[in-house]
Structure formats: structure tokens, C-alpha cells
């Protein structure tokens, strides 16, 4: 039987290993997509360290998958062999629960997988999937630029496009990193005056690179204030995963703003009520995105010229890559090319 590499954890806490394993057939509902490239997400340490429950060792991590259809089971509508298509976080859920049809996937009790943690993610030659939770990659697109829109990108776009902001709203991105990179251009692309705020003033050339009409140096400046002589903020989308930064800019929301979180910081959120009452603001979270959010994404992203900047590490590699990820020293999106 022909073969494939995959690079899994064996238990929470060990080290990514390279293994040979047979070529995994579909069964009904499951699709195989041969795996053109893999962006490693910091959110791959939850299968790394076992923080997810019921994760299945061994696991294969990795949830920005591009590839290509190589193979059906039955009962797959729609797709055909030949297909180019993404996979990412989410992993397919009921559908049919009353927390489903709330919109709260997340919490469905019936059915929801997260890929990587579910069943065996993109750290591979191939990965099986359920039909369900393909994206069609645009052509022309390029499989490692499609890989990181499949988290990463939509994570940004996602909360942007259902933020309310309308074209010539202010709206500001908390952090240039793998993420924030990624939501100033989805914002100057959908026609908002962008902001982009980071640590540096060395950092206000790439930013307006990026679209960003205006850059604010939260080591320098304070950024609600300046945020308010610009009028006040419609959204701000924190991408970066500081509680203080976070904190530091819900001063800059204009009247029934809205802070919404992308990147979770690790510590709480210290806020006080009374600007949020006298000013109607609001804090809210996003998730990623459903497989036709990512769709959605992949399309815009084309249309529009919206490119990851990215490091490529060949799959032989996968486990310097996750550590390059994981050290904080890749300026944006690490991903991991099979061809």
C-alpha cells in the first residue's frame, strides 16, 4: 500500500515526529485531499499540549490546509476528484441543534470537530476530511498563499465584513503581526479609513504598505486619544494578544463602537463600565469562520489582491516550523509547502 508522511504528537507535551503511515481511504461523507501546503497556526499548541479536551493521541495538527480532491467515499455531493480546495479550523458541526441554528456553532453538543484536534489536520501528505467543510480556492490562487486565509485570514476578514462599518468608517487594527497584516488590508480593501496601531514607529511604513492611511505608535502615542481626534473609532479589531493593548484603545471607539477580539490574550481584560454605558460601546469576540466563510474569504481575498506575507519551510521540516512559530520570531504566517 502506497505511503505518506505525517509529522504528529504522540502525547500532549512531546515533540513533532516524523512517522510513515499508509494512505488513508475515505469513508461516506469524507473526502482525501492530497495537501499542497499548511500554514502552522499558534492555536496548533492546543493539540501540542493536550489544552483541548478529548484529543486522540496520536494527532496530526494543522488547520490551513490547501490542496487538491484525490479521492471520494461515498455519499460526497458536489466535489469531484481534481478540485482545488482549502480545509481549516473549523471541522464541521450538526446543523441542526438549537444552538446550531442560533448561529453558536461552537458550542454545538451534536457534532462540532475542529481539524486538528478532532481528526488528523495538514502535517501530512494527505488528510482526510467531511465533505462539508471544503473551501473552493479560487483560480490563479496560489496553494501557500490559500493556506493561511483558511484561519488567519478569515479570522480577520470575518469580523470586519459583519462588523456593521460601512465604506469611510474608522475603523483601527490592533497589531501588524500573522494576523493584523492580513486585517489592514481586509479593511482598506472593503473601503474603511484604516488605522493601524502597533509598538514602533518602525512600523508605520509596512503598515501603510499594507492600506493602513494612518499608523499610531502605542510606545509613543497614546492611541485612543489620537484615535478620538480622528473622530472616534466605528470598530477597532484587536488582533494582537496583549490585554493592554487591548484596554488602551477601547478609549478611541466613537459612539456605538465596538472593540472585537480576535486574538485571545492569555490574561483578562481589565475594563471600566462607564465609558462602555455613557458611550454605547460595546466588546465583543470572533471566532473564525465556517468552511463557506472561508470560501467567501478566499474569493474576496483574490478579487481584491489580498496576499499573506509568508515564511515557506518544506513538510520534511515541520518541526523547526513550528518552533520558528512558536519562538515569536516570524514577523507573519509560517506555512509548510508538500511539493
Not at 488528523?120 to 473551501?135: C, K, M, R
Not at 484596554?247 to 471600566?272: F, H, K, R
Request: hydrophobic share 40%.
Amino acid at each position: 500500500m502506497a505511503k505518506m508522511r505525517a509529522f504528529p504528537f504522540a502525547k500532549p507535551g512531546a515533540k513533532l515526529e516524523l512517522v510513515e503511515r499508509d494512505i488513508p481511504d475515505p469513508g461516506p461523507g469524507q473526502v482525501r485531499v492530497r495537501v499542497e501546503a499548511c500554514g502552522i497556526c499558534h492555536s496548533d499548541v492546543l493539540t501540542a499540549q493536550g489544552l483541548f479536551p478529548g484529543i486522540q493521541y496520536p494527532r496530526v495538527p494543522g488547520h490551513e490546509i490547501a490542496g487538491v480532491v484525490d479521492a471520494l467515499g461515498p455519499e460526497v455531493p458536489e466535489w469531484k476528484k481534481g478540485d482545488r480546495v482549502g480545509i481549516g479550523w473549523h471541522g464541521g458541526h450538526c446543523g441542526h441543534c438549537d444552538r446550531c441554528r442560533r448561529g453558536d456553532y461552537l458550542t454545538c453538543r451534536n457534532d462540532f470537530r475542529i481539524t486538528g484536534i478532532s481528526f488528523d489536520g495538514g502535517y501530512a501528505d494527505y488528510v482526510v476530511a467531511p465533505w462539508s467543510v471544503l473551501a473552493r480556492i479560487p483560480d490563479g490562487m496560489a496553494a501557500t498563499d490559500a493556506a493561511p486565509l483558511m484561519d488567519a485570514g478569515v479570522t480577520t476578514f470575518n469580523p470586519l465584513r459583519h462588523s456593521g462599518a460601512r465604506p469611510g468608517d474608522l475603523v483601527a487594527i490592533v497589531g501588524i503581526g500573522g494576523l493584523g497584516h492580513l486585517g489592514i488590508q481586509f479593511a482598506a480593501k472593503m473601503g474603511f479609513d484604516t488605522v493601524a496601531i502597533g509598538r514602533g514607529a518602525d512600523k508605520g511604513p509596512l503598515a501603510r504598505e499594507l492600506g493602513a492611511r494612518i499608523y499610531i505608535d502605542n510606545k509613543t502615542q497614546d492611541p485612543a486619544a489620537e484615535l478620538q481626534k480622528l473622530g472616534g473609532a466605528r470598530v477597532i479589531l484587536a488582533t494582537a494578544t496583549n490585554a493592554d493593548a487591548m484596554t488602551a484603545v477601547i478609549g478611541g471607539l466613537g459612539p456605538d463602537g465596538q472593540l472585537i477580539i480576535a486574538g485571545a490574550p492569555s490574561e483578562p481584560l481589565s475594563v471600566s463600565a462607564l465609558p462602555l454605558i455613557f458611550g454605547r460601546r460595546s466588546i465583543s469576540g470572533w471566532p473564525s469562520g465556517t468552511s463557506l466563510d472561508s470560501q467567501e474569504c478566499l474569493r474576496f481575498a483574490k478579487q481584491m489582491g489580498v496576499r499573506p506575507r509568508i515564511e515557506l519551510f518544506p513538510l520534511d521540516e515541520a518541526p523547526a516550523a513550528y518552533d520558528r512559530m512558536m519562538s515569536g520570531d516570524a514577523r507573519f504566517r509560517v506555512v509548510m509547502t508538500m511539493i
